[in-house]
């Protein structure tokens, strides 16, 4: 159930733990399922090391497309393109994972600001993002959904699921979304050439266009901020935050888990 109405980030930070046991629980089918990519994933991987050579492998798109199967995207209104075109576009975005992965960075070191990762990041994640999205290549209705979920899984550490129904509507009733405060005071500083625009829309009727690629690196930073006030407020480690669920080591998964 998504957070309340309203609700400032203090209170996804001091309830989270209950949060994940109770998707852990209740969700149990979406638990299995993830922990079977993620160790296809990783079995797959350790045989490639490279990600050009994961994201062209048949096997792994196989499993990507499960996995998206399983968590609803091929569903009517969210149906895969054909596995050909799904792959062309996965090898397409190729060069840009590559790029992306030069950063060498995680969710919750993700910044667009300082000297390491500059803008040319963010325009990397924007690339990808608005790739994965534009109707016909992932998917035929493509959106915000789709593109956030498969850029998760090919890059579980770094990037996090959006979904309308659940996640999106979290963050909307979040009260005070803005960055951490050793980012930024507010978005103006911490997203290159912010438009403006409101950080977290509704993820229904029109907001749904909403979701852009700015949109989403503003999920990320904010998804950064859980785990560090998480951190902050409790005086423990990455660690611990790990610790908080026994089925997973991904902070976006983890954090994922708290707004269903």
């Given at each position: 159930?998504?957070?309340?109405?309203?609700?400032?980030t203090?209170?996804?930070?001091?309830?989270?733990?209950?949060?994940?046991?109770?998707?852990?629980?209740?969700?149990?089918?979406?638990?299995?399922?993830?922990?079977?990519?993620?160790?296809?994933?990783?079995?797959?991987?350790?045989?490639?090391?490279?990600?050009?050579?994961?994201?062209?492998?048949?096997?792994?798109?196989?499993?990507?497309?499960?996995?998206?199967?399983?968590?609803?995207?091929?569903?009517?209104?969210?149906?895969?393109?054909?596995?050909?075109?799904?792959?062309?576009?996965?090898?397409?975005?190729?060069?840009?994972?590559?790029?992306?992965?030069?950063?060498?960075?995680?969710?919750?070191?993700?910044?667009?600001?300082?000297?390491?990762?500059?803008?040319?990041?963010?325009?990397?994640?924007?690339?990808?993002?608005?790739?994965?999205?534009?109707?016909?290549?992932?998917?035929?209705?493509?959106?915000?959904?789709?593109?956030?979920?498969?850029?998760?899984?090919?890059?579980?550490?770094?990037?996090?699921?959006?979904?309308?129904?659940?996640i999106?509507?979290?963050?909307?009733?979040?009260?005070?979304y803005?960055?951490?405060?050793?980012?930024?005071?507010?978005?103006f500083?911490?997203?290159?050439?912010?438009?403006?625009?409101?950080?977290?829309?509704?993820?229904?009727?029109?907001?749904?266009?909403?979701?852009?690629?700015?949109?989403?690196?503003?999920?990320?930073?904010?998804?950064?901020?859980?785990?560090?006030?998480w951190?902050?407020?409790?005086?423990?480690?990455?660690q611990?935050?790990?610790?908080?669920?026994?089925?997973?080591?991904?902070?976006?998964?983890?954090?994922?888990?708290?707004?269903?």
């Open positions: 159930m998504p957070i309340p109405e309203m609700v400032p203090s209170f996804l930070v001091r309830n989270i733990r209950e949060r994940i046991k109770n998707y852990n629980q209740h969700l149990d089918f979406y638990v299995r399922d993830y922990k079977q990519y993620i160790s296809q994933r990783r079995s797959i991987f350790s045989e490639t090391h490279e990600i050009s050579d994961l994201l062209m492998n048949d096997e792994f798109i196989i499993e990507l497309r499960w996995i998206l199967d399983k968590f609803g995207m091929n569903a009517r209104l969210s149906q895969l393109t054909e596995q050909s075109s799904f792959s062309k576009v996965i090898e397409e975005s190729t060069p840009i994972f590559e790029e992306i992965l030069e950063h060498e960075t995680t969710l919750q070191k993700v910044s667009f600001t300082n000297s390491n990762q500059s803008r040319d990041f963010y325009s990397l994640i924007c690339e990808i993002y608005n790739l994965f999205s534009e109707p016909g290549k992932l998917s035929y209705s493509g959106g915000f959904v789709i593109a956030s979920k498969t850029m998760h899984f090919i890059l579980p550490d770094l990037f996090v699921m959006i979904d309308g129904a659940h999106g509507i979290s963050l909307y009733h979040i009260s005070d803005r960055p951490h405060s050793e980012d930024g005071r507010d978005w500083e911490t997203i290159p050439n912010y438009s403006g625009k409101k950080p977290n829309p509704s993820p229904r009727g029109q907001g749904r266009k909403s979701w852009d690629s700015e949109r989403y690196c503003i999920a990320l930073l904010f998804y950064k901020r859980i785990y560090h006030e951190k902050e407020t409790f005086n423990s480690n990455h611990s935050f790990i610790e908080l669920d026994e089925f997973s080591s991904s902070v976006p998964r983890i954090i994922d888990k708290s707004l269903w």
